[in-house]
Nanobody, 115 residues
């Protein structure tokens, strides 16, 4: 059984910063992809960023240059540093852990950016 627990969401003003964390526990295969996705009200869940077990990253165009994903394999933790936040970044952010034949999600953390 794998559990993902996110933290770090909250309310921030336009142009502000937040850092999200997601800790994974349980039987985790070492070769995996960690990611962050988000879902705004009335919209589909979308990719924000992913990072492989060897550190290769991928970002949505809308967050490139503003968000940074990183991971600490020893702590089974993935981070999302979000800078220059915009009101359109407001959403529930979900942590993801993906591996061969399995896929897990966290419960989500709310990020609200006020204008």
């Amino acid at each position: 059984q794998v559990q993902l627990v996110e933290s770090g969401g909250g309310l921030v003003q336009d142009g502000g910063s937040l850092r999200l964390s997601c800790v994974a526990s349980g039987n985790i295969f070492s070769l995996n992809v960690r990611g962050w996705y988000r879902q705004a009200p009335g919209k589909q869940r979308e990719l924000v960023a992913t990072i492989t077990s060897v550190g290769s990253t991928n970002y949505a165009d809308s967050v490139k240059g503003r968000f940074t994903i990183s991971r600490d394999n020893a702590k089974n933790t993935v981070y999302l540093q979000m800078d220059s936040l915009k009101p359109e970044d407001t959403a529930v952010y979900y942590c993801n852990l993906n591996g061969p034949g399995w896929n897990y999600w966290g419960q989500g953390t709310q990020v609200t950016v006020s204008s």
